[in-house]
């Protein structure tokens, strides 16, 4: 009697369905939502301002201040590269923007396209000089951040002798280009700084650039592996320095927003220590500093927890000393959480 041999069934060797659990979990933007909502119920406890609509104003203007910048960075980030020069690049398009329109007597718009100019050039050329010599971001950028530092201080006294820009409020353009840069509303008896506005419309943009399009592949393919994502045709020149220009580019705007909310004046030494805030809200926000990946949502709500403690912490009535030690501790937890929750997503 013949036997019959009953052979295995194929093994089903595609992806298997992911559950809803391992997706949430390979959101990168997932920590820093939790962080959030946890920073968030502990000051509506501990606070009692916290809890006044009025201030909610404030907090977001607070967390618009870094969100704005916390984009671009975001993103740079992502595509595996760092910029230093981003704190004081801001200082920079301001005082560009106020001593030229006020040196040369023109029109102050003209002075913020000068600064748009000039902005998009310094990130050109820390993409290009990245690009060209193959050394670390973090080198090339810091070198660029001394520059501007001490740039923004010898033409500050040169143009105006003193160490702030000479006030331009009352020259032609100002009264429409703050309006632009630096107004505000009122929404249900909350005022509403129109940053505030600018910071969700951009995050919007950014987080569809970087998901739904080609630009966006780009950006991770460059971060992750810029050796295989050039093997297969990505122009990483071009992304790298595309993205240095679109940190040139919030630079600039962040620069009009100081120097219009401040009435046409620029302390030509601000700046400095605020591109450390950029990256730890992009890092908070899921930003892995090895590049590859992260997101711009995180970013924002990396930015929003900046913003909650930062007043959080003066509403509750402690010593706003122990705000920068919080940021190195939130920098440091962040890190490892987003490592931890990026690697268990991956196993699953």
């Not at 600064?115 to 973090?138: D, K």
């Not at 050039?230 to 919030?250: D, E, N, Q, S």
Request: some cysteine; charged content about 10%; overall charge positive.
């Amino acid at each position: 009697m013949a036997s019959t041999i009953i052979s295995p069934a194929p093994a089903d060797d595609r992806v298997s369905a992911r559950s809803l659990g391992a997706r949430l979990l390979s959101r990168p933007e997932i920590g820093s939502l939790v962080g959030a909502a946890v920073i968030l119920v502990f000051f509506l406890i501990a606070a009692p301002p916290f809890r006044e609509i009025n201030n909610t104003g404030t907090i977001l203007y607070q967390a618009a201040l870094i969100g704005v910048m916390a984009v671009p960075v975001s993103l740079l980030m992502i595509g595996g590269e760092f910029d230093l020069s981003a704190g004081v690049a801001v200082t920079t398009s301001g005082l560009t923007a106020g001593l030229f329109a006020y040196q040369f007597s023109v029109n102050v718009w003209l002075g913020v396209f000068v600064a748009l100019l000039l902005s998009l050039a310094i990130g050109a050329f820390n993409g290009w000089l990245l690009m060209r010599t193959g050394l670390p971001s973090f080198l090339v950028t810091l070198g660029t951040f001394f520059i501007l530092q001490g740039l923004n201080i010898a033409v500050t006294r040169l143009a105006s002798g003193a160490v702030a820009s000479n006030s331009i409020s009352d020259m032609d353009g100002f009264s429409g280009a703050k309006a632009i840069f630096a107004s505000e509303f009122k929404l249900g008896g909350v005022t509403i700084k129109i940053i505030v506005v600018w910071w969700i419309v951009f995050v919007a943009v950014a987080a569809w650039v970087l998901l739904k399009t080609q630009i966006g592949n780009w950006i991770f393919a460059v971060g992750g592996d810029a050796a295989a994502a050039r093997a297969v045709g990505v122009p990483v020149r071009k992304v790298k320095i595309g993205l240095f220009m679109t940190v040139g580019f919030f630079a600039w705007f962040t620069g009009m927003q100081l120097l219009f909310v401040q009435n046409g004046v620029v302390q030509s030494g601000e700046g400095v220590g605020k591109e450390f805030l950029y990256i730890i809200a992009a890092v908070v926000g899921g930003c892995l500093l090895t590049g590859g990946y992260g997101s711009v949502v995180g970013g924002a709500v990396g930015a929003l927890i900046f913003g909650m403690v930062q007043l959080g912490v003066v509403y509750a009535g402690w010593n706003p000393d122990w705000f920068k030690a919080f940021l190195g501790v939130m920098l440091l937890l962040a890190t490892i959480v987003n490592l931890v929750v990026k690697n268990r997503a991956e196993a699953r």
